[in-house]
Nanobody, 120 residues
Framework: VQLQASGGGLVQTGGSLRLNCAASGRSFSIDNMGWFRQAPGKEREFVAFITWNGDATNYEDSVKGRFTISRDNGGNTVSLQMNTLKPEDTAVYYC??????????????WGQGTQVTVSS
């Protein structure tokens, strides 16, 4: 099982980026999926979650209204549209899949990270 994240980069404050994560090795069409991030010197934190059928999402408070998670089960992908980016969004972003949500998201699979840097 592999989760390949892409779309990171350098953007100015207020800009936008779209992260994509392609899953391979098996179908994730019946799995929850999500995104986490880890800033330098900080622990990895939850960013966004989407249920297997896309009927429910959840976001970390600081990204609500700015980030949108979506998925394409036919393409076995999950995306994170990030708008109105702030310097504090700078982090390595990781996609995740499988597992369960119980107050927090506990994924089973992790992808490699993609760097997002927001300049002030």
């Amino acid at each position: 099982v592999q989760l390949q994240a892409s779309g990171g980069g350098l953007v100015q404050t207020g800009g936008s980026l779209r992260l994509n994560c392609a899953a391979s090795g098996r179908s994730f069409s019946i799995d929850n999926m999500g995104w986490f991030r880890q800033a330098p010197g900080k622990e990895r934190e939850f960013v966004a979650f989407i249920t297997w059928n896309g009927d429910a999402t959840n976001y970390e408070d600081s990204v609500k209204g700015r980030f949108t998670i979506s998925r394409d089960n036919g393409g076995n992908t999950v995306s994170l549209q990030m708008n109105t980016l702030k310097p504090e969004d700078t982090a390595v972003y990781y996609c995740a899949a499988g597992g369960y949500y119980s107050g927090h998201y506990y994924p089973k699979y992790w992808g490699q990270g993609t760097q997002v840097t927001v300049s002030s």
